[in-house]
């Protein structure tokens, strides 16, 4: 079963998704919904703290990460030294190819967020509840 995802990304780098440069997430783990096809709502954390967009899942890779260093830093457009402090100590990465991206015109605050139960997540959260009837009555 497809579910939907909120997953939280440093603005420099939801910027990027959403100019089109960066068509790869990198994680250190996602968890068993993170499929093919699956929508994953953007929460641009500190300071915007909103939900700005969605993109879809296009496929998702676990590569090790002299691969990934080697071979996917311009798509993740993330430096050589921002890429091995996240990964330090990681013998494995995950790569997240997005497929239409899609920037809100009127973003989805966290006050509107709390309001309703959500907790802004560190890594990721699947949409339940009172948020997702949110998600789904304002866009």
């Given at each position: ?16 998704i959403?100019?089109?440069?960066k ?8 968890g068993?919904?993170f ?10 954390s500190?300071?915007n ?7 879809f ?5 676990i590569?090790?990460?002299l691969?990934?260093?080697r071979?996917?830093?311009?798509e993740?457009?993330?430096s ?17 190819w997005l ?11 966290l ?6 139960g959500?907790?802004a997540?560190?890594?990721f959260c699947?949409v339940?509840?009172?948020?997702k009837?949110l998600?789904?009555s304002?866009?």
């Open positions: 079963m497809i579910q939907d995802i909120i997953i939280s990304i440093k603005p420099c780098f939801s910027n990027e959403y100019s089109g440069k068509s790869v997430e990198l994680r250190k783990h996602v068993r919904s499929i093919n096809n699956s929508k994953m709502y953007i929460y641009s500190s300071p703290q909103e939900i700005s967009g969605h993109a899942i296009k496929s998702v890779q590569l090790p990460v691969e990934i260093r071979k996917y830093l311009t993740a457009c993330i050589p030294d921002t890429f091995d402090r996240y990964y330090s100590g990681h013998q494995k990465g995950v790569l997240i497929k239409g991206v899609v920037k809100y015109q009127n973003p989805i605050t006050a509107q967020l709390k309001s309703n959500f907790t997540p560190q890594s699947y339940t509840g009172e948020v009837e998600l789904e304002t866009l």
